[in-house]
């Protein structure tokens, strides 16, 4: 079960439903979030973040994006509130983006995409035993969508670019501890919410999508160091700029998308 999938032209998401059929399923992610027609739902209290005793373990290239992983072995860093019925654990977080001068976001919003966006993705620890339990059912995973946009530097974000020469290549990986994401987000926490899925295979439709409607600014020159990672491994001969590394939006097929505020 080696990956046999990536963003090329041979092996990208317009190919993935050959060996992922629920590629063309009811509830795929990214969507195009159309403001104006999402409807805004009172009931629905604040998402919080408690990533205050969060502890990150590594950050590592995939083949696919940077990952940074935290121990989840316990409540220490979690999301509530919002439309989740649990606390949901934090996994890891990642990024997704484009190529010099091209957005690279997953969601759109209105037809308009933004530079990158920032996925940190939690699983449901009271109803599932395991992360790969949970990342198969239904409502096993939340992951808060945050997108980024080019200006000024980011004031944190220089704690993740300065590793990122040490996991240049595919299957490497660094320590990376203390860091708390909690420096990535936005000042405002209002958000979109829809049921969506992974996307990336296996694109499993059990993702509770949360999207901060503020983004974050990085400046082109943080951007810039995303890209001089590379998809493939150091021995292999085809060297492949990592960038791009994003599913275009997917039917909505009848999704309502919730607004919170
Ligand atoms: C939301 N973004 S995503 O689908 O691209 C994505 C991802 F890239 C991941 F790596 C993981 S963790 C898989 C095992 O580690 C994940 F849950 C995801 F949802
Ligand atoms: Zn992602």
Redesign the pocket.
């Known amino acids: 079960t080696g990956c046999n999938w990536g963003y090329g032209k041979e092996d990208g998401p317009s190919v993935w439903h050959k060996n992922y059929p629920i590629a063309l399923g009811k509830r795929q992610s990214p969507v195009d979030i159309i403001p104006d027609e999402t409807v805004r739902d009172f009931s629905l209290g604040p998402i919080v973040p408690d990533y205050d005793r969060c502890t990150s373990v590594n950050i590592s290239n995939?083949g696919?994006?940077v990952?940074v992983e935290f121990v989840d072995c316990d409540d220490r860093s979690v999301i509530r509130g919002g439309p989740l019925d649990n606390p949901y654990r934090l996994?890891?977080f990642?990024f997704?983006w484009g190529g010099k001068g091209h957005d690279g976001s997953e969601h759109t919003v209105g037809g308009v995409g933004y530079t990158s966006e920032l996925?940190l993705?939690h699983w449901n620890a009271i109803k599932y035993r395991s992360?790969r339990e949970a990342?198969k059912s239904s409502d096993g995973?939340a992951?808060l969508g945050i997108f980024l946009e080019t200006g000024d530097d980011h004031r944190w974000l220089h704690v993740i670019t300065d590793a990122l020469y040490m996991v240049k290549y595919k299957g490497s990986v660094t320590d990376f501890k203390d860091f708390n994401p909690r420096c990535l987000l936005p000042s405002s926490l209002h958000y979109w919410t829809y049921l969506g899925s992974?996307?990336?295979p296996p694109l499993y439709e059990s993702?509770t999508w949360i999207l901060l409607k503020e983004p974050i600014t990085v400046s082109e020159r943080q951007l810039a160091m995303f890209r001089m990672l590379q998809f493939n491994a150091e021995e292999e001969d085809e060297r492949m700029r990592m960038e791009n590394n994003f599913r275009p939006p997917q039917p909505l097929e009848g999704r309502t998308v919730l607004s919170s505020n």
Request: proline share 0%; glycine share 0%; aromatic share 6%.
């Open positions: 995939n696919h994006s990952v996994k890891q990642h997704h996925h993705v992360f990342s995973l992951v992974l996307t990336t993702v």
